[in-house]
């Protein structure tokens, strides 16, 4: 999985991992799908390993990440986080995000 | 169509909820349970959850609150074997607890597909017919702003419904009276809401619950006690189901032969007898009787003594000729004295049921309720007494419970519940004379039997009491010599003053000693050897007040009313009353339908008299209370 080379330099940083948890017919997850990709974008795309699970199809996969409102964003690494809502406030999330990341490096 | 028809319920197994519910929740629809931290719900929910799946319906606990490893601990510690009920298939547990391991951050709108989701997949695995949400309120927490929090909780509901699930969710309440829950969202879209409520009540604590809305059901109103027991909750209700044995009357001997005479033969099996009386009056005694009679006849007894201890208890019925030893000593007798001033009603309550269940008596004495009463709240008592006649209705036994009261409280005044509670009322009493100390017994009530009115002469003696009816003519004698010693500040104030009474009645003796009662009492009385010498007097006079005898030769008290009725103007407007030794329901009901407004039982108390004429003269009553059998 990682290799020596990382905690020699700050690049290449560590890739995020996310699975955001939509349902069928919903707004809120339609809009989340779409504040998702742009906060991608202002990540590093090559870096970002998002999941998109639909809840009505893994509903398992729900109840092991103990998930009770949709849509809700798993993020996994850098730092387990839950972040429920459609995302609207993508900045804050992003900023959010880059906290994790400093708070890891450090 | 009937709506009322359509609601399908589901037993919850819970002791008492099901009486109170009127059969259990409504099956298929949603019921919250809410009150203030330390009520109980949880202890509620997870054990209607427990017996439900028991019963064969399966169930989904969702732990959002507690982990579900707390909630079995919980569950099984209170020997619901949640565990087993796992094992076995029939309960499931789901994890709805916020996660600890990371942050939860809320960025814009979301709704609660998700744990719909996960319910929906649980039920197709499972079959799942019952969900059990423990608690909403940690659900919603963080809390939403209200109009989400309200779309939310009701797309909750609505997927339980679609489902067919007979959900219970638990809400907070922040205080025991007031808004139902802290979020407030949740009771208009459940069918049916139950309170749990744990006052501090003076120095104790009093659980209840309630029903507080059942749509399309009737239900028992109000709050019922309740308590928490190592094997859950139980709830009291006061209308415990009817038992088919009921309805046959059968007697047994109250220990004390006089008395059997007075109520036709004995008490009726499986009622509840209140003795009451001022301290000294033989309570204690007549029930050692009671118990002692009970045990002789092989029955299994059980004395509770609240007032003295054990040693003492059964060295006084020793000495007064009423050896308990031997029946102690065979078992048929058990005696146990607490002080409930140590324990809580609830506990008493509690050790009470278990006592009927372990030993399974056939007779219970409880000496007295009034200890009771003393060691708590007024609220609390009836509680506690309501919780009792529920739990021994429930198992059909034959109780005696002794209250201390004081003086003439003996035969006015009742707590209304206690009334109700008791199958029959027995009045112990004791006047003192100049050299003499005359006792009496009087069944006040005896639901279901005939029985005498009048008190009876009671005496104390070695073996325990004896009971004999009074000498008419002494009674009266005792009334008309010194009437004043016996009704104290009111007849010194002339309650009667200024008031003409027209009294009619053919006994000569009883005439004298009415009137020397009235006159006393400030009245002026005119007196009427019969109906003809009253009509006499009334074509002359208008009295303010009638009192008239029933049982006279050539013409009785009914034809003399009705006669007296049929006159127009003032005259035939006279209030009345019918003063009479015909007490049967039969002689009232005749009696008022001839006219008169009141029905009086001979002999009388010289104050409940001059009450009654208070009364009928439309004087305000000095705070009396009401004299029985008033008709307008």
């Known amino acids: 999985m990682s290799t020596g080379a990382e905690a020699n330099g700050p690049e290449p940083r560590r890739p995020v991992e996310m699975v955001l948890y939509v349902s069928p017919g919903?707004?809120?997850?339609?809009?989340?799908?779409?504040?998702?990709?742009?906060?991608?974008?202002?990540?590093?795309?090559?870096?970002?390993?998002?999941?998109?699970?639909?809840?009505s199809e893994d509903p398992e996969g729900a109840e092991a990440d103990r998930i009770l409102f949709i849509p809700t964003l798993v993020v996994r690494r850098p730092l387990l986080t839950w972040i429920v809502g459609d995302l609207t406030n993508a900045d804050e999330v992003l900023r959010l995000l880059r906290s994790m990341e400093t708070e890891e490096t450090t | 169509m009937n709506e009322a028809a359509k609601v399908r319920k589901l037993p919850t197994g819970v002791p008492g909820l099901d009486i109170i519910t009127h059969g259990g929740i409504p099956e298929g629809r949603s019921v919250l349970v809410t009150g203030r931290s330390g009520t109980g719900k949880t202890i509620l929910a997870l054990q209607i959850a427990a017996n439900l799946s028991r019963q064969g319906v399966k169930t989904i606990l969702l732990a959002v609150e507690e982990s579900p490893e707390d909630l079995i601990l919980t569950g099984d510690g209170l020997g619901m074997d949640l565990t087993g009920a796992i094992k076995a298939g029939s309960l499931r547990l789901s994890d709805a607890s916020r996660p600890m391991e990371g942050p939860m951050v809320v960025s814009g709108e979301y709704d609660i597909s998700g744990l719909i989701h996960r319910v929906r997949a649980i039920v197709k695995q499972t079959g799942a017919r019952a969900v059990v949400l423990d608690s909403a309120t940690a659900l919603f927490s963080p809390r939403p702003p209200q109009e989400l929090l309200r779309s939310l909780f009701?797309?909750?509901?609505?997927?339980?419904?679609?489902?067919?699930?007979?959900?219970?969710?638990?809400?907070?309440?922040?205080?025991?009276?007031?808004?139902?829950?802290?979020?407030?969202?949740?009771?208009?879209?459940?069918?049916?809401?139950?309170?749990?409520?744990?006052?501090?009540?003076?120095?104790?604590r009093r659980r209840s619950l309630e029903v507080n809305k059942y749509r399309r059901s009737a239900h028992h109103k109000g709050e019922f006690p309740c308590t928490i027991t190592s094997r859950g909750l139980t709830i009291f209700p006061l209308d415990a189901k009817e038992r088919p044995e009921d309805f046959e009357v059968r007697r047994y001997s109250s220990g004390l032969h006089g008395l059997d005479s007075m109520i036709g033969g004995g008490l009726v099996r499986d009622s509840i007898v209140i003795v009451r009386g001022p301290t000294g009056s033989g309570k204690t005694m007549l029930a050692g009787l009671y118990a002692r009679a009970?045990?002789?006849?092989?029955?299994?007894?059980?004395?509770?003594?609240?007032?003295?201890?054990?040693?003492?208890?059964?060295?006084?019925?020793?000495?007064?000729?009423?050896?308990?030893?031997?029946?102690?000593?065979?078992?048929?007798?058990?005696?146990?004295?607490?002080?409930?001033?140590?324990?809580?009603?609830?506990?008493?309550?509690?050790?009470?049921?278990?006592?009927?269940?372990?030993?399974?008596?056939s007779l219970i004495v409880l000496d007295s309720i009034s200890s009771i009463e003393h060691s708590s709240s007024e609220k609390g008592f009836r509680q506690f007494m309501i919780g009792l006649a529920a739990l021994l209705r429930e198992h059909g036994r034959s109780a005696l419970l002794t209250q201390t009261v004081m003086g003439t409280e003996a035969t006015t005044h009742t707590a209304p519940y206690l009334s109700t509670i008791a199958d029959a009322i027995l009045a112990l009493d004791y006047k003192v004379d100049a050299e003499d100390l005359q006792r009496s017994l009087r069944v006040l009530k005896m639901r279901g039997s005939a029985h005498v009115t009048k008190p009876y002469h009671l005496a104390i003696e070695q073996g325990g009491l004896r009971v004999e009816p009074p000498a008419i003519t002494r009674r009266f004698d005792e009334w008309g010599t010194s009437p004043r010693k016996h009704w104290g500040a009111r007849a010194a104030s002339s309650p009667l003053g200024g008031l003409v009474v027209l009294?009619?009645?053919?006994?000569?003796?009883?005439?004298?000693?009415?009137?020397?009662?009235?006159?006393?009492?400030?009245?002026?009385?005119?007196?009427?050897?019969?109906?003809?010498?009253?009509?006499?007097?009334?074509?002359?006079?208008?009295?303010?007040?009638?009192?008239?005898?029933?049982?006279?030769?050539?013409?009785?008290?009914?034809?003399?009313?009705?006669?007296?009725?049929?006159?127009?103007?003032?005259?035939?407007?006279?209030?009345?009353?019918?003063?009479?030794?015909?007490?049967?329901?039969?002689?009232?009901?005749?009696?008022?339908?001839?006219?008169?407004?009141?029905?009086?039982?001979?002999?009388?108390?010289?104050?409940?008299?001059?009450?009654?004429?208070?009364?009928?003269?439309?004087?305000?009553?000095?705070?009396?209370?009401?004299p029985a059998d008033r008709r307008r």
């Open chain 2, 154 to 204: 009701f797309q909750l509901i609505h997927a339980f419904r679609t489902m067919e699930l007979t959900s219970v969710v638990v809400a907070e309440a922040a205080e025991d009276y007031g808004q139902l829950t802290t979020l407030g969202v949740e009771d208009f879209v459940c069918d049916m809401v139950i309170i749990q409520r744990n006052v501090v009540d003076g120095e104790r």
């Open chain 2, 503 to 626: 009294l009619v009645e053919d006994f000569t003796d009883a005439r004298e000693t009415t009137a020397a009662a009235l006159t006393a009492g400030g009245a002026e009385v005119v007196e009427a050897g019969s109906a003809q010498e009253a009509m006499a007097v009334l074509e002359t006079r208008t009295p303010d007040v009638l009192l008239c005898d029933i049982g006279m030769p050539d013409e009785d008290g009914y034809d003399l009313m009705r006669r007296i009725r049929s006159q127009p103007g003032k005259g035939g407007q006279i209030p009345a009353a019918a003063l009479t030794a015909w007490t049967e329901p039969e002689d009232r009901e005749k009696a008022f339908a001839s006219g008169f407004q009141i029905h009086l039982h001979k002999p009388i108390q010289p104050d409940v008299l001059v009450e009654a004429v208070v009364h009928l003269a439309g004087r305000e009553s000095q705070g009396g209370t009401a």
């Open chain 2, 294 to 361: 009970g045990a002789q006849r092989g029955e299994r007894v059980v004395y509770y003594g609240f007032e003295e201890p054990r040693a003492i208890l059964l060295r006084n019925f020793a000495q007064i000729g009423m050896p308990m030893a031997e029946f102690v000593k065979n078992g048929t007798l058990q005696v146990l004295c607490r002080y409930p001033e140590a324990m809580g009603l609830e506990d008493l309550l509690v050790s009470l049921r278990t006592g009927l269940e372990e030993s399974q008596p």
């Open chain 1, 26 to 55: 919903s707004p809120a997850s339609a809009r989340a799908q779409q504040n998702i990709q742009g906060l991608i974008a202002s990540l590093d795309p090559s870096r970002v390993d998002l999941d998109i699970r639909d809840v």
